[in-house]
């Protein structure tokens, strides 16, 4: 590629700035310094069960001060209610608990626990659900 944008270990506080490297036709390089703002994010959060079948459940949304909001997919059918979900910055997870719980695949779920991967481009975790027979399901960003 002529141009490749490489950003600095992707970071909540302090400057943010990126290194821009280019490459002429005559194959002389040279690299920029720019500035860059964060932007708010959405995932579409779904939870997959043992057979393959994936469900979308959630919308999780993250604004520019990086607070966090885990609301019901639009058109999902899906109610619940979540605590604000708290973040943590250096391990890059994000974790909330239902107060009203989660329903899905005939099971009840307690609490949400994801991980930001791949320089916040995809998220990947669990679904914890609560008592004896507490169950656990894949969640990931669809």
């Known amino acids: 590629?002529?141009?490749?944008l490489k950003?600095?270990?992707?970071s909540f506080k302090g400057e943010r700035i990126a290194t821009m490297r280019t490459t002429?036709?005559?194959g002389k390089a040279s690299l920029q310094q720019?500035?860059?703002?964060?932007?708010s994010c959405d995932y579409?959060?779904?939870a997959t069960d043992a057979a393959g079948t994936s469900k979308l459940f959630a919308t999780l949304s993250i604004d520019t001060a990086f607070k966090c909001h885990?609301?019901?997919?639009?058109?999902?059918?899906?109610?619940f209610t979540a605590l604000a979900p708290s973040l943590d910055e250096q391990n890059l997870t994000i974790a909330c608990i239902f107060l009203t719980p989660l329903k899905i695949f005939g099971a009840?779920?307690?609490?949400?626990e994801a991980r930001m991967c791949d320089g916040f481009t995809t998220l990947q975790g669990h679904l914890f659900g609560y008592g004896e027979d507490a169950k656990k399901l894949?969640?990931?960003?669809s």
């Open 1 to 4: 590629p002529d141009r490749v």
């Open 7 to 10: 950003c600095p270990p992707f």
């Open 24 to 26: 002429s036709a005559g």
């Open 34 to 39: 720019l500035a860059y703002r964060a932007g």
């Open 44 to 46: 579409n959060v779904s």
């Open 70 to 79: 885990l609301t019901p997919a639009k058109g999902s059918g899906f109610s």
């Open 108 to 112: 009840t779920y307690s609490r949400f």
């Open 138 to 141: 894949p969640i990931h960003d």
